[in-house]
């Protein structure tokens, strides 16, 4: 059964219509949240909820307009597009009609979503617990479980009607330690598209040896030196890098403004030529994925950068509007609140020749920043900064002492040109992404890569 | 609305449980522009109500957007489920008290038609283009005006209401020249529409671009460091957890042991006060319906309280200082109000120090558990009381409790961030770290 009456849907569109817009389209979601909060070696908090609402949006020129409600009554809704529809002109009389025909595309793969009880959940949380807590350093364990089932509706002025149904999960991990006046933590978060069967599968002890190894390393870890060297990054949330450096400025939603540094580089060399880069929406199971974007396109794999070179920016029907480059099934946004935007996916820079003890040993003095932690970037400069978890000296090509407090700072555009080796082993990791259209869940990734030079902020 | 919530709770009480219900509501209308035309325009109506139910000792938490019958029957189901599940919480009670607290807002203005607004919005970034030769975009630009109404009831029988009616402008003016690009955000907000600083914020946006395009490195080193008001504000705010007895309670506040103690410079003060009247907003009650009180947190170094709410203050057997904040999609936690950085001892500004006006990447450049960070900044170099040049590419390194130690009082007078919500006196702080060229 539909979130959304056809007939209101209809009608809705047919009232934006008759005010002259050129496009109406509507989304309608349904969400349900779950979350369960372990802390203290106990659950301290399970919550749940409904998020309900519609999105209604009129395109006139190139100008959006949007309202939403969560008022799921024909009169309210029609309301808010009479509003809306008045600022584009007077009502006028159509004889347009037509019906909605439901569109197929491509099921992207999705882990089966089982119900499984509090009571499993909370066991898998209390085994993390214990074997975080076995280390005697372990002053304090965090673990954050999300699920969220969201169901989408699109209706738009062209006929469309497509739904999706988008199961999330996720379980954060966080261990503090304590070694006298000394104090770390270190975070694991991995999420899925998907149900608690990828909860289930996770390899728990390995988690939990990483996570205790993590935060002891950074526990007696000497503050970094500040300076420009040469740093190399590892795989998994190092791709957080690239999504910030160079992502967001490839999304159309920056291009149209002209606020991007790539905005009219199409077909340039806007990186090392060792460099090619994906943002693929189709990958089963990923924490980013989705079978259609919430515009009702089909979702795809796009190439973003091919040896260097620019090869395709990430568009919404707005973004292509005002570009011209074609729709990529990436309109995204956080919820029914948002208007879509042109936004990342599972976006990740593809394999290189390279084993990571072979970049390594081709730095004699530089960083090892094996985990990153977050960062931003400006779209209108390309600055970016990244926090680094985990970080380590290169001394003569080899991994020396641990340092912590190392922030990487630079301009997008000069940071692509200057990764000059890649590694073979690629790896993904999920994280949220916040913009305009809000917070989504996007997944980062890359293989080792070499920056040959960076300005570290660490203690001078 | 009234009587629904009360059918809620009268619902919930059927269940032999205890409750709070928080309502949201609000209406809101948003545009930006792009070019000198609308670009996008956005309205609003949306509700949500939450909530927080006691039952055997357990806490159980629902929401519901949808104020249906139906809806409202599966949120009190999915809450008293949340509560089975739960692990009993001797701390977390629904307060006992009763009455109305009513704190609303009536602004005096006159309706501005939609039109003029749409063309004031479009003005930000058409003055920005005619003013500067160099003018790129504006890569944010826009309005927005909101009204908002919340709620809250328990079956104790205590309520409050609360409205209030916020405008927003905001710009940023990207230039660009020989390759070298500057960005800058400002913005204002107000409780009336004629009250929106319009000049302030075009003037603002262009001037730190201007500034920024100028920008160049410092050498790598110590530096004597004063932050502007909502640059110190930001960084206090990263670490307000250090005033969190719920962060106390679950270890993760470095100062949880450290009450009674010198935790900053003695030249220091710091309080939360709820009524003070320069501040954007007063604020009557808090999520739990407890009256505010203005409370001191630090005084004269020595750090005197945390924030508490009912589940804090029954845990470490100390007053609630009414600082409960909760929204209908969250649990029950701690806000501030209005803070105020209060000195003595005030010194003349030493004849050169640097003036930080941006820091970038709080969330990830620093470590709430052990002070440290290390943080993208930009600012002025002052020398002799003229602004010598303006810096930029470089990050500021050090430790938040090594910092609020080594810090001096260099004026007298309480200065207010952009949004009126942190005040504090002009303060010089001594052991931090610029890397540079």
Redesign the interface.
């Known amino acids: 059964m539909e979130l959304l009456n056809k007939k209101i849907a209809q009608d809705i569109i047919f009232e934006g219509l008759s005010h002259g817009a050129d496009f109406v389209d509507v989304f309608v979601e349904r969400t349900e949240n779950e979350s369960?909060?372990f802390?203290?070696s106990?659950?301290?908090?399970?919550?749940?909820?409904?998020?309900?609402?519609i999105g209604i949006r009129l395109i006139h020129g190139?100008?959006?307009?949007?309202?939403?409600?969560?008022?799921?009554e024909r009169e309210?809704l029609l309301r808010?597009t009479t509003?809306?529809g008045s600022?584009i002109g007077q009502k006028k009389s159509l004889s347009t009609t037509f019906n909605f025909e439901r569109f197929d595309y491509p099921t992207v793969a999705a882990v089966a979503d089982k119900n499984v009880s509090?009571?499993e959940k909370?066991a898998k949380m209390k085994k993390i617990d214990e074997i975080l807590r076995k280390d005697v350093k372990t002053?304090?364990v965090?673990l954050n479980f999300i699920s969220k089932k969201q169901k989408i509706e699109v209706y738009d002025s062209e006929g469309l009607f497509a739904s999706e149904d988008r199961p999330y999960i996720r379980l954060a991990h966080q261990i503090?330690m304590k070694d006298g006046a000394h104090?770390?933590?270190a975070f694991y978060g991995p999420g899925a598209r998907g149900g608690w069967e990828f909860i289930h599968d996770l390899p728990v002890q390995e988690i939990c040896d990483g996570l205790i190894q993590r935060a002891t390393t950074a526990l007696y870890a000497s503050?970094?030196p500040?300076?420009?060297m040469p740093v190399v990054i590892d795989n998994g949330f190092g791709g957080v890098i690239f999504h910030e450096a160079c992502g967001h400025l490839l999304e159309t939603t920056?291009v149209?403004?002209?606020?991007s540094?790539f905005w009219d580089k199409m077909g340039e060399q806007i990186a090392h030529h060792a460099l090619s880069a994906i943002d693929d929406g189709t990958l089963g199971g990923e924490w980013g994925s989705l079978s259609i974007d919430d515009e009702g396109m089909p979702t795809q794999r796009t190439t973003l950068i091919e040896n260097g070179i620019l090869k395709r920016f990430i568009s919404d029907r707005i973004g292509e509007m005002k570009t011209g480059h074609k729709r990529t099934g990436s309109a995204r946004r956080q919820s029914y609140?948002f208007?879509p935007a042109s936004r990342m996916r599972n976006t990740f820079i593809d394999r290189g020749p390279h084993d990571l003890s072979s970049i390594l040993a081709s730095v004699d003095h530089g960083l090892y920043a094996k985990t990153m932690?977050?960062?931003?970037v400006?779209?209108?400069?390309?600055?970016f900064?990244?926090?680094v978890q985990e970080a380590y000296m290169i001394e003569n090509g080899k991994i020396a002492r641990a340092v912590?407090?190392?922030?990487l700072?630079g301009s997008g555009a000069d940071i692509m040109t200057k990764i000059s080796m890649v590694g073979n082993d690629l790896k993904l990791m999920a994280g949220m992404c916040g913009s305009v259209s809000g917070s989504i869940p996007t997944t980062v990734g890359q293989p080792p890569i070499k920056v040959d030079e960076i300005?570290?902020?660490?203690?001078? | 609305m009234k009587n629904l919530m009360e059918k809620v709770l009268n619902d919930v009480k059927k269940n032999h449980a205890e409750a709070d219900l928080i309502l949201n509501r609000s209406t809101s209308l948003k545009m930006s522009t792009q070019e000198a035309s609308l670009s996008e325009y956005k309205v609003s109506s949306s509700q949500v109500l939450g909530l927080r139910l006691i039952k055997d000792g357990k806490v159980g938490l629902a929401y519901t957007e949808s104020l249906d019958e139906d809806a409202l029957k599966l949120m009190i189901k999915q809450a008293l489920g949340n509560a089975d599940t739960n692990h009993p919480n001797p701390n977390e009670k629904i307060l006992n008290h009763s009455g109305e607290i009513r704190d609303e807002m009536t602004y005096e203005e006159q309706e501005t038609p939609i039109s003029l607004k749409v063309e004031k919005a479009i003005s930000l970034e058409t003055e920005l283009k005619k003013r500067e030769p160099r003018f790129l975009a504006s890569t944010y630009n826009g309005y927005s005006e909101g009204e908002y109404t919340g709620i809250f009831m328990s079956t104790s029988g205590r309520s409050t209401f609360y409205s209030d009616k916020i405008y927003s402008i905001y710009t940023a003016a990207l230039l660009g020249e020989n390759g070298k690009k500057a960005n800058y955000y400002d913005f204002d907000i107000s409780h009336t529409y004629k009250d929106l600083l319009w000049e302030k914020v075009i003037a603002h946006s262009l001037d730190y671009s201007r500034q920024i395009l100028k920008e160049q490195t410092l050498e790598t080193g110590k530096y004597q460091i004063r932050f502007t008001e909502d640059a110190l504000k930001n960084l206090m705010h990263v670490f307000s957890s250090l005033f969190s007895a719920k962060a106390a309670m679950d270890k993760v506040n470095p100062w949880a042991q450290k009450l009674g103690e010198v935790v900053t410079a003695k030249c220091l003060s710091i309080d939360d006060h709820a009524d003070y009247k320069k501040a954007f907003r007063i604020s009557k009650f808090d999520s739990e319906g407890v009256e505010r009180k203005n409370l001191s947190l630090i005084e004269d170094g020595v750090l005197k309280s945390f924030y508490h709410n009912s589940l804090t203050s029954h845990f470490f057997k100390t007053q609630n200082t009414g600082h409960a904040s909760r929204g209908p999609q969250g649990p029950l936690g701690l806000s501030e109000t209005t803070m105020l950085i209060q000195g003595k001892d005030v010194k003349p500004l030493p004849p050169k120090y640097l003036e930080i006006f941006q820091l970038d990447g709080l969330h990830a450049g620093t470590n709430r558990i052990t002070g440290d960070f290390s943080l993208p900044v930009k600012g002025f170099v002052w020398e002799n009381a003229e602004k010598k040049m303006t810096f930029g590419n470089v990050t500021l390194g050090g430790n938040f409790f090594n910092m609020l130690k080594e810090v001096e009082v260099v004026g007298s007078e309480l200065h207010a961030s952009s949004d009126a919500s942190f005040f504090s006196v002009p303060l010089i702080f001594n052991d931090l770290s610029i890397a540079g060229k």
């Open positions: 369960l909060l802390k203290n106990k659950t301290e908090d399970k919550q749940s909820g409904t998020i309900f609402g190139h100008q959006a307009l949007y309202g939403y409600t969560n008022i799921n309210e808010i509003l809306l600022r509090a009571v909370m002053a304090q965090i503090i104090e770390s933590d503050p970094c500040a300076g420009k920056s149209e403004k002209k606020a540094v609140k208007a932690g977050g960062g931003s400006d779209p209108g400069t390309g600055e900064n990244f926090a912590k407090g190392a922030t700072i300005l570290v902020g660490g203690r001078a």
